[in-house]
């Protein structure tokens, strides 16, 4: 998993479509209250899938991302230079999900969705280098390792099937509220991580040994968890299936939108919307022969070799650890369960109508899940604009996100139809460098609503003497 992914990251799913008015069921993943008044008599999703790779210190372009992935230049460049390494891949499908129209008022959603995201947090490079491989001549010794930060690598992986009932609270003159609610029945496909916190310690090396290594010298000190649950292998789709726990979440949000026109085609002047999303979490079964927390206290000497661990796989890492008298069992080394937080986030966004088919919509995401558990998985907040044109069967969208992982990144989505591709860093990427990558690309089948024609006079007249 290191090797394949090396820790990149993307942490807006679907950009730019996310707040379009003709996503149809796609857009109440982002906010249930959209199943209510939506565009569409009933929509078919087939499905969508966004991937998104990205770091915080690897750069690459266009036209060198092939060879990039195809080599070990990324790897080479996310460990090159000081500095922690931060980075996180995050895979989502939208499986076969549809939502209906029940009336002016209400309706309903019915979603699948598989989910995956591999993490790197305040990874010091240079140690994780020590262990995958030898460094000699890429640190000058002794080097200095001093992190109160909680370093961690966390894998997860689950499946979603979501009912979402939304309303029409309000719709009074120029005022218009709605309301949703999706409940969501949680397949846990697995969770694994490895945690170095509290860690203060010296990398030295002996030259004159044998086979030279790199040793954590006598005096370096931490914590050092590490956690198996589950049978995920790798973010695989058919690997993301495979429920090994179940748990139960929820997302609930809220429209306001500003009428004065009344006018079919574009309903609203501007819109405010406000959810919470990812609320609950997986009960896990730990692997209790793979699982447990240590103290490190480095007394041997010339220290703790870190080729002990070189090829070594995560799950057996405990065995490594239990027989070295460097590192003593915690009092919890042997819980059998684990409670894994879903990625919950605050969503708010804000959208205008400025002319014809031309909307404007900011916005932010911003985190809330508990980051210092380190097998809990989690989006990087961030700020995005998106200038589009929407209409009934065309739409361009330009999505401008900065995130506090990868920062400034720029791309489009083309929607022609029941057909929607596209990236939100490829405008990044073509014309200078970017932190990451991304691809989204779905299909939906949907029967709109037909048009109407503004009120007549009559009428307007009538609501006035009322």
Excluded at 72 to 86: P, Q, V, W
Excluded at 186 to 203: K, P
Excluded at 392 to 402: A, D, K, M
């Amino acid at each position: 998993m290191f090797f394949s992914f090396s820790g990149w990251s993307q942490s807006f799913s679907f950009p730019g479509t996310r707040q379009g008015n003709y996503t149809g069921v796609q857009s109440v993943l982002f906010n249930p209250a959209q199943a209510a008044d939506s565009r569409y008599k009933f929509d078919f999703n087939l499905f969508g899938l966004n991937v998104g790779l990205a770091n915080n210190k690897a750069s690459y372009s266009l036209g060198s991302v092939v060879s990039t992935f195809s080599s070990n230049d990324a790897l080479n460049s996310l460990f090159s230079g000081d500095g922690r390494i931060s980075g996180q891949l995050q895979l989502d499908v939208l499986g076969p999900s549809l939502s209906v129209s029940l009336s002016d008022k209400s309706g309903f959603a019915l979603t699948t969705r598989v989910r995956g995201q591999f993490t790197i947090t305040d990874l010091d490079g240079k140690l994780a280098k020590s262990i995958i491989n030898d460094v000699n001549s890429e640190i000058v010794f002794p080097y200095t390792v001093s992190s109160g930060n909680n370093m961690r690598i966390n894998t997860n992986g689950w499946a979603e099937y979501g009912l979402t009932y939304a309303r029409v609270l309000m719709d009074k003159g120029p005022h218009f509220l709605k309301t949703g609610l999706t409940f969501k029945y949680l397949a846990g496909a697995g969770n694994t991580y490895l945690q170095i916190d509290q860690l203060s310690g010296t990398l030295t090396n002996n030259p004159t040994a044998p086979n030279p290594s790199v040793y954590l010298a006598p005096g370096s000190r931490g914590v050092i968890g590490l956690g198996v649950s589950g049978g995920l292998g790798s973010l695989e789709p058919a690997d993301l299936l495979k429920s090994s726990s179940n748990g139960f979440g929820s997302d609930v949000g809220l429209v306001y939108e500003y009428r004065p026109n009344q006018d079919f085609n574009h309903p609203y002047k501007y819109r405010l919307s406000v959810s919470l999303l990812d609320v609950g979490s997986i009960k896990y079964q730990r692997e209790l022969t793979s699982s447990g927390t240590y103290s490190m206290l480095v007394q041997s000497s010339p220290g703790f070799d870190l080729a002990t661990l070189q090829g070594i796989s995560l799950a057996n890492y405990k065995q490594v650890l239990s027989s070295n008298p460097n590192f003593t069992p915690a009092p919890n080394n042997n819980n059998p369960t684990l409670n894994v937080s879903l990625p919950t986030s605050l969503q708010v966004y804000g959208d205008v109508h400025l002319k014809n088919n031309v909307y404007l919509s900011a916005g932010t995401q911003i985190s809330l899940a508990n980051r210092s558990n380190p097998e809990n998985p989690f989006v990087y907040s961030g700020f995005t604009i998106t200038p589009r044109y929407e209409g009934r069967g065309l739409g361009l969208y330009i999505p401008v996100n900065y995130n506090s992982l990868s920062k400034l990144a720029i791309g489009t989505t083309l929607r022609l139809g029941p057909v929607y591709v596209g990236s939100g860093s490829i405008l990044s990427a073509l014309f200078s460098q970017s932190k990451q990558a991304d691809i989204n690309v779905g299909f939906h089948i949907g029967i709109l609503k037909p048009k109407k024609t503004a009120p007549t006079i009559i009428k307007v007249l009538d609501e006035e003497e009322q």
